[in-house]
C-alpha cells in the first residue's frame, strides 16, 4: 500500500513511471486501477475511468492469456465481460469475435495467427494479442505494467511504435511503467522518476511527434535520456532506492 | 507418466508378461502345486473361453455399474468442487467429510449400503460413486483455486461476476486437473464396483456382475474361473483408464498446455 503519494494524470497523455525494482510503481498503476486501496495522498487520473464497461484497461507484464482460448477468443474476454455492463444486453459471441478480429488486425498480427492458442504464438504475438484484449474496449485510460519487459530489442521496438500509432489514432490517457529509459523517452509526454514509495516532479519530454527514427536519434533525444538518468541517480544518490545502472551505450 | 507408446515401447512390457507366465508354469511344475490352488494359465484361458459368454455378461454389468458411479462421481464431484471453491468457511466444514471419504474402508460400508438400498444395481453404483469421489473432489477444487493472480485481476478489473469468474475462469482452468483426478478415479470405479458386487451377489439376486460370479466360482472352488474373471476386471479396469487417458489427450487437446 503506497502512503502519501500525489500524483495528476491528464486526459490524453502518455505518463511513464521508471524506477528500480521495489520502489512503487507497479503498486501505484494498481492503485489507480482500483486493484489496491491508497492509505493516503491524492492520485488524479482523467478521465476518471474504471475497468467495468471496460474504459479502463489494464496490460500485464506476463500477457495473462487463457491458454484455453484462442487469439481471437482471448480478445473477445473483454467484450464478453465488459459488454452485459455497457448495453445490459450482453455482445453476442459472433459479434465479440466480429470486433476482437478486427483488433487484432490493427494489432497487425498476422491473420493464421487468429485461431492459434498462447502456447502457439511467439513472446511477441502474445503481447500483441494482450494488448488486442486491452484496446479492444477503447478505453480511455490504459495502465501498462511493464509489457515489453521480457522481449527482445526488436518486439520491444515494433510494440512501442504500435502503441504510438494507436495513440495517434485515437488518444487515451496511458500510464506506462517501465525500467528502460529509452522506451520513457519514446512513448511519454512526461516521465515521473519513483524512489521507494515516493514520486518526483514529473520531467516533460517535449520531443516533437510522431516519435520516428529521426526523433530516435537526435540530440534532444539524447539530452532527455540524459536528464531522466541523472534524476535516477540523483534518487539513488539519496538512498531513496537502489537504482539500478543504465546499461552501457546509453539510448539506442 | 506422459512417454508416447508405439509398438517398441511395448515390448519390455511383454516381455515381462511372459516372463511372469513361465514362472507362473515353473511354480506348479516344481512345487507340483494342484489345480484348486492355482491352475495353469493355459487352464485359466481354457475356463475363460468355455465362460466367455458369461464372463463378457458380467463384465457389461460390471462396467456399465462402474461407468454410472464413475459418471456421478465427476458430476457430483465437480458441483462439490464448485461449491468449496466459493468460499473458505464451506471449504472448511466439507473438507473433513471429504477425506472421510477417502479414509473409511469401502468394504466396511458396502454392507451397510447394500442393507439400506438393497441388492440392487444401484447399490453397487453408490458404492462406485463413493470410492471415486475423493480424487475429483480433492483435484478440481485445487484446479478450482490455483488461478494466477493476475488472471483474476484482469476479471476482477473488468467486474465480472462471481458466476462469470467462475465459469469463464476458475472452471477451465480446472479441467486439467479434473482430468487428472478421473485418471485416478476411472481405476476406483472398477475396484469399487466389483467389491460392492462382492456383497450384492449374496443376497440371492439376479445381479451377475464380474464380483457376484467370482464369490460364486470361489465358493464351488472353480479357481481358473475365478482367476479368469480376474483377468477380465483388470481389463476393464484397463479400459476405462485408457478411455479417460483418450478423452484427456484428444478431445480437451486446448487445455493442456499454459501459455
Redesign the interface.
Known amino acids: 500500500m503506497l502512503r502519501g503519494i500525489d500524483a495528476t494524470f491528464r486526459a490524453g497523455e502518455i505518463v511513464s513511471l521508471i524506477g528500480s525494482s521495489g520502489c512503487g510503481k507497479t503498486t501505484l498503476l494498481r492503485t489507480i486501477a482500483g486493484l489496491v486501496p491508497t492509505a493516503s495522498g491524492e492520485l488524479s487520473i482523467d478521465p476518471p475511468a474504471r475497468g467495468r464497461g471496460g474504459e479502463l484497461a489494464f496490460v500485464f507484464q506476463q500477457p495473462t492469456l487463457l491458454p484455453w482460448r484462442t487469439s481471437v477468443e482471448n480478445v473477445a474476454l473483454s467484450i464478453q465481460l465488459t459488454g452485459l455492463q455497457l448495453t445490459g444486453l450482453g455482445v453476442g459471441k459472433r459479434e465479440a469475435l466480429a470486433r476482437a478480429a478486427d483488433e487484432l488486425s490493427a494489432m497487425e498480427l498476422p491473420r493464421e495467427a487468429f485461431g492459434r492458442f498462447p502456447r502457439e504464438l511467439s513472446g511477441g504475438m502474445r503481447m500483441r494479442v494482450s494488448l488486442a484484449r486491452a484496446l479492444v474496449t477503447r478505453p480511455s485510460v490504459l495502465l501498462l505494467d511493464e509489457p515489453f519487459a521480457a522481449l527482445d530489442d526488436m518486439s520491444r521496438g515494433a510494440l512501442g511504435d504500435l502503441l504510438l500509432r494507436r495513440w495517434d489514432a485515437r488518444p487515451f490517457t496511458a500510464v506506462l511503467v517501465t525500467h528502460n529509459i529509452a522506451e520513457a523517452v519514446l512513448l511519454s509526454h512526461r516521465i515521473f522518476v519513483m524512489g521507494r514509495g515516493q514520486i518526483g516532479a514529473g520531467i516533460i519530454d517535449e520531443l516533437p511527434r510522431p516519435r520516428d527514427e529521426s526523433v530516435r536519434v537526435s540530440s534532444r533525444f539524447g539530452e532527455l535520456y540524459g536528464r531522466v538518468s541523472a534524476e535516477l541517480r540523483r534518487v539513488a544518490a539519496e538512498g531513496v532506492a537502489d537504482v539500478a545502472m543504465m546499461p552501457a551505450g546509453g539510448p539506442r | 507418466m506422459n512417454e508416447k507408446v508405439t509398438w517398441v515401447t511395448l515390448v519390455p512390457t511383454v516381455v515381462l508378461a511372459a516372463v511372469g507366465l513361465i514362472a507362473w508354469q515353473a511354480a506348479i511344475w516344481i512345487g507340483d502345486l494342484p489345480p484348486i490352488l492355482l491352475p495353469s494359465p493355459w487352464a485359466v484361458l481354457r475356463s475363460g473361453w468355455e465362460l466367455r459368454t458369461t464372463l463378457f455378461r458380467g463384465a457389461c454389468v460390471t462396467g456399465a455399474a462402474a461407468l454410472a458411479g464413475f459418471a456421478a462421481s465427476l458430476v457430483v464431484g465437480t458441483l462439490l468442487a464448485a461449491l468449496m471453491s466459493q468460499s473458505r468457511m464451506l471449504r472448511l466444514a466439507l473438507f473433513p467429510y471429504v477425506i472421510l471419504l477417502q479414509t473409511v474402508p469401502i468394504v466396511a460400508i458396502a454392507p451397510l449400503l447394500v442393507i439400506w438400498s438393497g441388492y440392487e444395481f444401484r447399490t453397487v453404483v453408490l458404492v462406485t460413486l463413493i470410492i471415486s469421489l475423493f480424487p475429483i473432489i480433492n483435484n478440481v477444487t485445487e484446479g478450482l483455486l490455483a488461478i494466477?493472480p493476475?488472471?483474476l485481476?484482469?476479471?476482477?478489473?473488468?467486474?465480472?461476476s462471481r458466476w462469470?469468474t467462475l465459469w469463464?475462469?476458475r472452471v477451465?482452468?480446472a479441467?486439467s486437473h479434473l482430468m487428472l483426478g478421473a485418471r485416478t478415479s476411472s481405476g476406483l470405479a472398477v475396484i469399487g464396483a466389483i467389491v460392492a458386487e462382492f456383497f450384492v451377489g449374496n443376497g440371492g439376486s439376479s445381479y451377475n456382475g464380474l464380483g457376484t460370479l467370482m464369490t460364486g466360482w470361489q465358493s464351488l472352488g472353480k479357481t481358473a474361473a475365478l482367476m479368469a474373471a480376474l483377468c477380465v476386471s483388470t481389463l476393464l479396469g484397463i479400459m476405462m483408464f485408457c478411455g479417460v487417458q483418450w478423452v484427456s489427450n484428444t478431445l480437451l487437446k486446448?487445455?493442456m498446455?499454459?501459455?
Not at chain 2, 153 to 160: E, I, K, N, P, Q
Open positions: 494466477s493476475d488472471r485481476d484482469l476479471f476482477r478489473l473488468y467486474g465480472a462469470e469463464r475462469l477451465p482452468a479441467v486446448r487445455w498446455a499454459n501459455d
